[in-house]
């Protein structure tokens, strides 16, 4: 299993846009409104990391609306 999670940057006033993009996302299985550095945060969960960064390049990022990401994905050691 991977997981990441992607911090969102939007454009201004298009928060709650991208927000509801992200819930028609397959992979995506949470999301929530940020105070801060970041708009948006998107735990984003797949069988493999193939598919989860597929999924961060291929849906995520391209949501008209977003300014800008930064992924963090969790490792298990």
Known sequence: MA???VLITTQPGREHEVRKALDSIEFVTDRWMLFGAYD???RVQA???YTLTRCIVEDIR?????A????LIGAEL
């Open 3 to 5: 997981i990441g999670f």
């Open 40 to 42: 948006l945060i998107a």
């Open 47 to 49: 069988d493999d990391e």
């Open 62 to 66: 391209i949501i008209e609306g977003i």
């Open 68 to 71: 800008d990401t930064k992924t």
